[in-house]
Each structure stands twice: as C-alpha cells, then as structure tokens.
C-alpha cells in the first residue's frame, strides 16, 4: 500500500468515524471467509457494514480524538461495524458474537465517545429507529382514535334512541 492509498484509507475512516451513529470495533480472529460473509449478510439486512481496518490508519484517522482509550480499541486482528442507526450495527454484533465464539465485539465509538463492551450490549438492546418511529406514530394515533370514537359515541347513541321510539310505536 503506498502513501496515496493510504491517505485515501485514512480519508475513508475519517468519514466513516463521522457519519456513522456508532462504531462497533471487533476481533475476528479465526473466522472463516464463509463465516464473514454471513455477519457482512446480516449487517447488509440491517444497513449496516463491515470493514477490516488497520489498526494505524484507523488510529490516525482518530487523530487522537477519542484519547488514549480509543487508541487502545485498534490492538489485533480488527473490523468495524458501521451504520447510520447507532443501534443496528451493535444489535448485529453482539448477537453474532453470542453465536459464534471466534467473535468479539472490544467496544466502539459513538462521535467522540468510546464505549466499552459493556456500553455496546446496552445499545444493542435499545429498540431501533424504525421501531421507536412506529411506537411514536402509535401513540400519536391513540388520542385521535379516541376522540373519533368519543364524537361518534353521541350520534350512536341518539340513533339508538330514535330507533328504540320508533320501535315502540310500531308495537
């Protein structure tokens, strides 16, 4: 890799660090091609990516933004789980490194801040963007139910009554 690929690398990190709603950094040591494709199969269903990065370019890219603690995230055999929902990339994950034991997720980047392992199960459990966005329309709909129903309740009720006189006299 000569220094213009590797500017180009750092640039690419650098925008990936910037746009993305967290970054989860991971070990994969030991997976095979076919194991990889299947977690860059699940990421992809959730709009979400892997990448293999080196760990000096990723640590420049950083630029030393994230600390120390950052820094230390990019030791060994790295990739990073990237999305614009912070949660999905995590969500994938974890759940992958439950089921395979060659995977781990090390912690991760959410903007300037550096997550721990612990951090990044926790935002792995927080429901989606797409499943928060459905809960909110949810309760926006409840009340304007509920005030159709209240107005129609009126108009049902006097049809019920005009019916019970008209059957009476009928009788």
Do not use: C, W
Not at 146 to 154: D, E, S, Y
């Amino acid at each position: 890799m000569d220094r213009a690929q590797k500017q180009e690398a750092i640039e690419t990190l650098k925008g990936v660090f910037a746009d993305s709603g967290a970054v989860v950094v991971t070990h994969y040591m030991g997976l095979t091609v076919a194991e990889m494709t299947d977690l860059r199969g699940r990421l992809r269903k959730e709009g979400a990516s892997l990448q293999v990065v080196k760990n000096t370019l990723a640590q420049k890219a950083l630029q030393g933004a994230a600390g120390e603690a950052g820094d230390a995230l990019f030791k060994g055999p790295v990739a990073i789980a990237f999305g614009p929902d912070p949660v999905s990339a995590a969500k994938v994950a974890t759940q992958y490194a439950k089921d395979n034991d060659k995977f781990s997720v090390v912690g991760g980047l959410m903007g300037q801040q550096v997550l721990d392992q612990k951090a990044i199960n926790a935002l792995a459990t927080l429901p989606s963007l797409d499943q928060l966005r459905g809960k909110i329309i949810g309760l926006l709909q409840a009340p304007a139910t509920k005030v159709a129903g209240v107005l129609q309740a009126p108009a049902g009720q006097l049809a019920r009554v005009f019916n019970a006189y008209a059957t009476k006299d009928a009788a």
